[in-house]
């Protein structure tokens, strides 16, 4: 019988595409109905690294990714949220919730997944509310899910008949390290754990590889998904390498205690097949839960190790910006409503100095075009929304104690002044923002325009610092001096502006460049009025 090489082939690279996007699109759709409350469960409850490994599970089930779950991790670590040792904790929760996709697959409900597709499409396109639209979405992938794999598995079955195709499946059993080799770059291709599972699973299912040849595979399809994580963090912080590097010494020393143990590892998966009378698409789905799972519970004791092991051979400074507030202690609420409104007035100064920092980053950003003081400018700035959070909930504490008039006073200025921080962040956000539009469209400024720039940015910068400075030492001097440089501002801002009008209308600067120039005079000018909001704040001059 002559085979249709391309029938099979197109019809198994559709099978693995719609299996695929199945679970991308049932991960997101979870990933939408849970919200931003995946960073808060991984911030709030990795208390240590064993509620690291249920968190690791449970979120990785949710978004049906773990190289997902392992992004979220490392940008947590950079941020200061988590340590280390909790994350090593999460991925190797991440490992064991990846596994849930193959127990899904192994339900086997392929001859229902196109009224479950159905159902899904017609909650989608028929109800507009989005908590329905996301179960649609769920529903559909769910569908999906099986669809792929019942497409996968019909391309393959002609090729149990292939004398090279069953060489091949003899040679993986004779040669472990050749099923783990391929489970690895398959993984890399496909760039997904699930999918090697899934044409695992297809094909034992079909007897077209044993049960020895699947197993190496299987184990190499776990180095292989850590292959996302390693490019994902060339070039990145020191926290994401680190990650990185965990995840892969993780994956790798587990594949190899597991190819020692293999004989009686597979006697087990066999015994576990007679005994609870498994198919072998969940028989598949069991050996890989096993070996994440019996990976974890082995490697969990050696966390510290691990965590030492990766700082020295990548030395460095992992917290670019530290998100977690520092001074909040809820004891003093009830103990010292007036300790706690110093407390907070450390943290407002803290979340501050993230501003000033912002400003300085993207005024560098504007000069040298380095997209890496764009990312500080943009985590500085998730830092300040963070804290701007953290410092309200506080505050509004301890406006529920009885507190003195004096402290009423201090309470409502430390209030007014965290917004007024907050905007400041906003402001720089959005001159990076426009930094990036200038190139992204290739955006020219004239020498002339920089200059006026420059001087409005560092007086800018300033005002802000002085103003900081002020709230510190609450010194109605530096106040008022903030007073007088932010009028400095205005008279600049429309000195600048009467500037581009004579360039414009001289043809020495593009629309689109005066555009980009004007908004960025707007911005450090709004800056500046928050500057002066804190100083007047102090003087007591505030409406």
């Given amino acids: 019988m002559e085979m249709n090489w391309q029938e099979i082939f197109f019809t198994f690279i559709g099978g693995l595409g719609i299996f695929l996007f199945s679970i991308k699109y049932m991960g997101d759709a979870l990933q939408k109905a849970a919200g931003d409350k995946l960073r808060e469960i991984l911030d709030r409850f990795t208390t240590n690294p064993f509620m690291g490994v249920l968190v690791g599970i449970i979120v990785t089930i949710l978004i049906q990714s773990s190289s997902g779950t392992t992004v979220i991790v490392v940008g947590l670590v950079s941020a200061g949220f988590m340590t280390l040792r909790q994350?090593?904790?999460?991925?190797?929760?991440?490992?064991?919730?990846?596994?849930?996709t193959a127990f899904i697959i192994g339900l086997d409900v392929g001859a229902y997944s196109l009224p479950i597709m159905a159902v899904g499409a017609f909650l989608i396109f028929f109800f507009k509310k989005n908590q329905i639209q996301n179960i649609g979405q769920v529903i559909f992938g769910f569908g999906g899910l099986f669809f792929g794999m019942?497409?996968?598995?019909?391309?393959?079955?002609?090729?149990?008949?292939?004398?090279?195709?069953?060489?091949?499946?003899?040679?993986?059993?004779?040669?472990?390290?050749?099923?783990?080799?391929?489970?690895?770059?398959?993984?890399?291709?496909?760039?997904?754990?699930?999918?090697?599972?899934?044409?695992?699973?297809?094909?034992?299912?079909?007897?077209?590889?044993?049960?020895?040849?699947?197993?190496?595979?299987?184990?190499?399809?776990?180095?292989g998904t850590t292959v996302t994580a390693i490019l994902a963090a060339l070039g990145a912080s020191v926290a994401a390498r680190r990650a990185a590097a965990v995840h892969v010494l993780f994956n790798i020393i587990g594949s190899i205690i597991f190819?020692?143990?293999?004989?009686?590892?597979?006697?087990?998966?066999?015994?576990?097949?007679?005994?609870?009378?498994?198919?072998?698409?969940?028989?598949?789905?069991?050996?890989?839960?096993?070996?994440?799972?019996?990976?974890?519970?082995?490697?969990?004791?050696?966390?510290?190790?691990?965590?030492?092991?990766?700082?020295?051979?990548?030395?460095?400074?992992?917290?670019?910006?530290?998100?977690?507030?520092?001074?909040?202690?809820?004891?003093?609420?009830?103990?010292?409503?007036?300790?706690?409104?110093?407390?907070?007035?450390?943290?407002?100064?803290r979340m501050g100095q993230y501003s000033v920092q912002g400003l300085q980053e993207t005024y560098e950003y504007l000069k040298t075009k380095n997209t890496k003081n764009a990312e500080t400018g943009y985590q500085l700035e998730d830092a300040i929304n963070n804290l701007d959070s953290k410092i309200t909930d506080y505050l509004v504490l301890i406006s529920a104690e009885s507190i003195s008039s004096a402290d009423s006073t201090r309470h409502t200025m430390l209030m007014e002044t965290v917004r007024d921080i907050e905007r400041i962040g906003d402001h720089f956000e959005n001159i990076i923002e426009l930094i990036d539009y200038q190139l992204n469209n290739r955006v020219n400024i004239t020498d002339d325009a920089m200059e006026d720039l420059t001087e409005m940015f560092t007086l800018t910068i300033a005002t802000v610092q002085k103003s900081l400075d002020a709230l510190d030492t609450t010194s109605h001097e530096l106040a008022r001096e903030v007073a007088e440089q932010e009028d400095l501002i205005d008279k600049m801002e429309r000195k600048f502006r009467k500037k581009h009008i004579l360039r414009l209308t001289e043809g020495a600067c593009s629309a689109q460049a005066g555009i980009v120039f004007v908004d960025i005079v707007s911005n450090l000018e709004r800056i500046g009025d928050h500057s002066v909001n804190i100083a007047e704040a102090i003087l007591g001059n505030r409406a």
């Fill in 87 to 100: 994350a090593i904790g999460v991925i190797m929760g991440a490992n064991i919730g990846t596994t849930v």
């Fill in 150 to 223: 019942d497409t996968m598995s019909g391309a393959m079955k002609p090729l149990r008949e292939l004398p090279a195709f069953i060489d091949m499946t003899v040679n993986l059993s004779e040669f472990p390290i050749l099923g783990v080799a391929v489970g690895t770059l398959v993984t890399f291709i496909v760039q997904s754990s699930s999918g090697t599972v899934a044409i695992l699973q297809g094909l034992y299912a079909e007897g077209l590889v044993t049960l020895d040849a699947a197993l190496p595979v299987l184990f190499g399809d776990n180095i």
């Fill in 259 to 349: 190819l020692i143990l293999l004989v009686p590892f597979t006697a087990y998966v066999e015994w576990l097949a007679v005994t609870l009378g498994l198919d072998p698409k969940m028989e598949i789905a069991f050996a890989h839960g096993s070996f994440n799972v019996a990976n974890t519970i082995i490697q969990f004791p050696l966390i510290g190790l691990w965590a030492y092991l990766v700082t020295k051979v990548i030395p460095g400074d992992d917290v670019t910006v530290e998100f977690k507030p520092k001074h909040l202690d809820l004891h003093f609420i009830e103990q010292s409503p007036s300790i706690a409104l110093g407390q907070a007035k450390e943290e407002i100064l």
